[in-house]
């Protein structure tokens, strides 16, 4: 006899309109979350100067300490793959915690350019076994258009946590006592060491069979919603597909070309990330002599932005295939750039106006790619590799990270067309090699909800969309694809 399917609440219903994942249980990630993220916030106006105002370095040493540190830290990305895959994700965040608290409290020590590197190092080795786990973690509590939820729900939170942990921390500095910077690297510490106490209670993975019906609002009357029974898969933090799962590693996933394509198609894509963290700053103030308030008042907007309209974007894109997103947000990237290199033929307030566009473009092209290529970074490798992927996934950042400053500095005052023109063509072949990837597996970089669907009824095609019909080829453009 089938259960009864409860109908669904109106809680559910708005929950589900603005893209926010069911929280019920999962109180605790949420603050570790924002708690984490708000020390971090703090420190960020600090990062560079604290080592100005507390050792004799130099800003050349401190840059070429932190360049040094940043390039020693790449070959502990793949080690803290293994380590996610042997250890699972939650023991690799409880680690990551402790390891980053460590690192940031050697920064008090630092007397010279060795001892600079060194804490550095073990700051960043934390922030790779962060990236290699935290993804990792949520796939193990949510699935389908569930997973990207929580992936924008927390992008959200994380910029409004940091920006009140800038906010915080600029607050401490203005005082002008001496002990400022001090206090704020201790404060940074100790929100990472009650992170780590948060992520050491065992978490259930929220996974369909949880569900009380189609929408996941609870489980089903009478069913005890505590931790599962030893011997449960998910009593070991992994997923039945992943007990199942043959062993798997690097050489399954370096022979795929499949996931080759994805990392080579992100590695790409990254460099579009440049803009409004390297180039705005250097290219409204100094090489087109724009206010000096601009770039600060659009990375507000952009943040601003992130935070009312992450979720509510991510579940409107819910029904497209997330290789298909990743393409249209490129798209929306290359519209940025093309604003951006129409400034210098503009002036005044029509140039202002400009790069405030071009902002909003390159935000909007941001929200709808972030939650996607962090699911698929998460889903697309196999699941007892899941956190190798996920280690070469986010080196795509470090090749952008370390040779875009490069490629700016080279080109951004004399040859401003030529910087356009590149990150113009990195980020149209990134978009190009979502789309083509997702032609050569179209079940794997199918839409969230198309999972759903495969999930409450195996027989229902894949790769087809809840209001699709079956075997009807789903059409290319993402506004027609509506929840």
């Not at 940043?70 to 965040?93: I, K, M, Q, Y």
């Not at 789309?435 to 495969?454: I, M, N």
């Amino acid at each position: 006899m089938t259960a009864p399917v409860r109908p669904d609440s109106t809680a559910g219903q708005w929950r589900r309109r603005l893209g926010l994942p069911d929280l019920t249980g999962h109180g605790r990630i949420v603050a570790a979350t924002s708690l984490d993220t708000f020390g971090v916030g703090m420190f960020i106006p600090l990062s560079f100067l604290f080592f100005l105002l507390s050792t004799d370095l130099t800003v050349a040493q401190v840059g070429w300490g932190t360049s040094v540190a940043t390039l020693l830290s790449v070959p502990f990305a793949p080690l803290a793959g293994s380590a996610v895959d042997r250890w699972g994700p939650r023991a690799c965040l409880v680690a990551n915690n402790v390891l980053a608290a460590a690192g940031y409290l050697c920064y008090l020590l630092v007397e010279s350019l060795p001892s600079l590197v060194a804490s550095m190092l073990v700051v960043l080795c934390a922030e790779r076994l962060y990236w290699a786990s935290w993804p990792a973690f949520v796939a193990d509590l949510a699935k389908g258009a569930e997973l990207d939820r929580w992936y924008a729900f927390t992008a959200a939170g994380k910029n409004a946590s940091i920006a009140l942990g800038g906010a915080a921390g600029g607050a401490v500095l203005a005082t002008g006592w001496s002990g400022a910077p001090v206090l704020i690297v201790v404060l940074n510490a100790g929100t990472s060491v009650l992170t780590a106490l948060l992520f050491m209670r065992p978490t259930r993975p929220r996974t369909h069979g949880d569900r009380s019906g189609p929408h996941g609002d609870g489980p089903p009357p009478g069913e005890d919603a505590a931790r599962p029974p030893v011997g449960d898969p998910a009593a070991t933090g992994r997923t039945a597909e992943e007990t199942t799962e043959p062993q798997a590693g690097w050489g399954t996933i370096l022979r795929d070309r499949v996931l080759l394509c994805l990392l080579a198609s992100q590695a790409a894509l990254t460099f579009g990330w440049l803009i409004p963290t390297v180039i705005l700053p250097v290219y409204l103030v100094e090489v087109r002599d724009l206010p000096a308030w601009l770039p600060s008042t659009t990375l507000m907007l952009s943040s601003l932005l992130i935070v009312g309209c992450q979720t509510y974007v991510t579940s409107r894109l819910g029904a497209v295939g997330r290789g298909r997103v990743i393409s249209w947000a490129a798209v929306l990237i290359l519209g940025a750039v093309g604003l951006l290199a129409a400034v210098p033929a503009l002036g005044g307030r029509t140039a202002i106006v400009t790069v405030i566009l071009a902002v909003v473009l390159f935000t909007a092209g941001q929200m709808a790619a972030t939650p996607a290529a962090v699911a698929l970074s998460a889903t697309a490798g196999p699941p007892r590799a899941r956190g190798r992927f996920l280690a070469l996934f986010n080196l795509t950042w470090t090749l952008s990270a370390v040779t875009g400053p490069a490629l700016v500095g080279a080109l951004i005052e004399r040859h401003g067309a030529v910087l356009w023109a590149v990150l113009a063509a990195l980020v149209a072949l990134g978009g190009l090699g979502y789309r083509l990837t997702g032609r050569l597996a179209p079940d794997l970089l199918g839409s969230p909800r198309a999972e759903d669907l495969a999930t409450d009824h195996p027989h229902a095609p894949v790769s087809a969309a809840p209001h699709e019909k079956p075997h009807e080829k789903p059409h290319d453009e993402p506004h027609e694809k509506e929840e």
